[in-house]
């Protein structure tokens, strides 16, 4: 068989170290594996109108929305190489029938270690502190006040791979966990509150849920100001989650101690965002599960995961509710 008569998997994803060749072990034999030849929507739309399988594009310059549904009537089954899958219309494809997968926990470890990082760094005092070491100073005054992470209550709102890789992380260290969750979680070790009872009983507070609808500016206003005197914030979910005016409120009064954000409700952040200016806050540009070991992670679960869907095996990780066997041409594979 050539690969003119194996199915064809459209890779949106920009090509990065190891995305190809991890790509050819897996699926040349089984696949005719397409790079985008040029990023433009023309181009996108037409490689698209002819593609078996979807690999989507993790930097979210090309969106699998209604309109690709529509254009994609070949597609079969759609990968993300993310665990976000706020970038596809989940509901247009379950429409046609087609899996959207993506890949929850490939980059839990790494998301998680910069959550916890953040956090260790705020309560810690670790920017200003050197900051003022850099200019020549000795600012040992500035320990009085610190607590160790140990004594601050966590919550974490959304409890998927890497909500819950953050608790074990800070349970390991001695913090009490805490958790919400839109769906309950029985098997989890920590207990389950309401959002406001959440909100008012932690110091250390990490967003965690999925970006979709309902979760949209579910930290509000009234959540922020219900949260304790000190406490601080870690965003590494999607910027949007979060009422980003009434964050940066709540940082310049002092309501809140500080926050460490990953993400932003405009990417890249704007220029003269206040957040660029406010001494109590750790920003990163949207790469907390970005490692070189997650990336690795994603593209072979990436892989595999196309590999099942082309051979008509259960593929993992679905999303929109759509069966997860892919039936590819006139028969499953």
């Known amino acids: 068989m050539t690969s003119a008569d194996h ?6 994803t920009p090509p990065a170290d190891g995305l190809r060749e991890t790509l050819g072990r897996h699926l040349d034999d ?3 594996v397409r790079m985008l030849p040029d990023r433009d929507p023309a181009t996108f739309h037409r490689e698209l109108a002819e593609a078996d399988v979807v690999i989507g594009d993790w930097t979210g310059q090309f969106w699998l929305a209604a309109a690709e549904a529509a254009i994609g009537t070949r597609v079969r ?4 190489p993310s665990a976000g899958v706020d970038t596809i219309d989940l509901a247009a494809w379950a429409e046609r029938s087609v899996p959207v997968a993506n890949c929850a926990g490939a980059n839990a470890q790494s998301v998680a270690e910069w959550a916890v990082g953040a956090a260790l760094a705020l309560e810690r005092r670790f920017l200003p502190l050197h900051q003022r070491m850099v200019e020549g100073g000795w600012p040992a005054e500035s320990a009085r ?10 919550g974490i709102i959304g409890m998927g ?12 260290i001695g913090s009490p966990v805490a958790f ?12 389950a509150r309401s959002l406001p009872e959440l909100a008012a009983t932690t110091d250390i507070l990490v967003v965690a849920v999925p970006l979709q609808p309902e979760t949209r500016g579910l930290v509000s206003a009234d959540l922020l100001a219900s949260l304790p005197a000190g406490a601080v914030l870690v965003n590494i979910a999607r910027g949007p989650v979060v009422d980003e005016p009434a964050l940066i409120a709540a940082l310049q009064d002092g309501r809140l101690a500080g ?4 993400v932003f409700t405009t990417e890249p952040l704007e220029t003269d965002s206040p957040l660029r200016t406010l001494p109590n806050v750790l920003l990163n540009p949207h790469v907390a599960g970005s490692s070189t070991t997650a990336l690795a992670a994603v593209v072979q679960a990436t892989a595999e995961n196309v590999r099942r869907a082309v051979l008509g095996e259960p ?5 929109n509710g759509v069966p997860d066997r892919v039936a590819i041409g006139e028969q499953y594979c």
């Not at 969750?181 to 989890?188: D, G, K, M």
């Not at 593929?315 to 999303?319: A, K, L």
């Open 315 to 319: 593929v993992r990780w679905v999303t």
């Open 77 to 80: 089954f759609v990968q993300q």
């Open 30 to 32: 089984v696949a005719d």
């Open 180 to 191: 919400w969750n839109r769906s309950p979680r029985l098997e989890l070790p920590w207990p």
């Open 7 to 12: 199915p064809r998997v459209l890779v949106l």
């Open 259 to 262: 926050a460490g954000l990953d």
């Open 145 to 154: 006040g610190i607590v160790d992470v140990a004594a601050r209550r966590v």
């Open 161 to 172: 791979a890497i909500g819950r890789r953050i608790g074990e992380i800070f349970a390991a």
